[in-house]
């Protein structure tokens, strides 16, 4: 039997673990790698509260932070009523900017967990999981907890990718950091009325981040300093019944990729009741009707693009409406895979405009107030479109 073997065969190459050579024009994402780190956790927060825990460094470019607040029992209550906004109104306001103080997200709690996840495609696009009640992590209120135990949970985020790679934050730097704001609601405000000792609330924020590129110090995420802002704002004027006005929203700039409008009434609760239910949706830009539809187109739309099934858990909200602009490759929106190409291009002087033809009857508390809220994008120079990590 012969015994001599190749020196080819006896020398095979073995696996490496070396970096991957940088070449121009390959994407961002090819020599980082996706992380997660923690930011803080506080715990005992009274309602009323306000918590502005600086945030940590992290060796890359920030893709979302994740939240989860827990409401901590002090012992089983009394006549307690979950706000109609559920577990998200724990947060009055939220708040979050850049690190030269530019406001990023200036929005309610339901607007934080509930609305921009679910037109935003931030935490989640299949099976419902862009609504919080529908993940694993979810806690349902319960008034009789125990002391010290969980008397409710929800998990949400807030997002700064808005497609893979851009609209990411620098990290890295201790001294350039963003600032994250929680104003705590009232107990009165999320619980109602009741008797016995209010809950508290710990909050735990995480951040998913893209590491730095080992080897490779100069590349960075596309569009580095772009960003999608969202600001809660209410359109002008308010709505009595059945009347006929088109409402204006505050002068936007930008590429919008979503336009989301909230009605609430007199009390605050959200309803579909002042929508023209019977009649027709006007979106205007610039004087001109983008988009004239009935009642029940939009509502269909809504389920395409957002996967919002009606009756089940995931259904769209009561006194919610958004026309999306993330649909470019799909009927419907998928999250953080979009080209762009269907973005609305605004800028300082462009006018927005609601108009029900006539609007909804209502359900007796006037009067209503419409609410923008819309995913504005502020590019760094140009607008980048296509598929740049493909």
Known sequence: ???????????????????????????FIRYSQPGRGPQYTVTGSTFGATITQPLVARPGYARQFRVTQTLVSGGALTGSTLNADG?????????????????LFVVDGYSAANVIPLVAGSFGVLNGTNVYTNLPSYSAYNASAASGATMGQLSYTIPFEFSTGIGTLSMANASLLPTLQFNLNSSASVLGSFTGTAPTVNTTVEVDY???PEGSPDITPPGLGTTRQYQLTNMNPTLGASTSARLQAPRTGGYLDNLTFIVRDSTGARTDSFFPTTGRLQLYVDGVPLSDSSWTALVDDFAIAYGSTSGLSNARPAGIMSYSRKTSLSQVSLGKFDSGESLLSTNPSTLIELNGAPWGAGNGNTPATVQALFGQIVPTGSIIQGLPEL
Not at 10 to 26: F, H, I, L, N
Not at 87 to 103: E, H, K, V, W
């Open 1 to 27: 039997m012969s015994m001599n073997y190749s020196a080819q065969e006896a020398g095979r190459p073995q696996p490496q673990t070396t970096v991957e050579p940088a070449s121009a024009g390959s994407p």
């Open 87 to 103: 577990l998200a109104s724990i947060n009055s306001l939220i708040q979050c900017r850049d690190s030269f103080g530019t406001p």
């Open 210 to 212: 893209y590491w730095l």
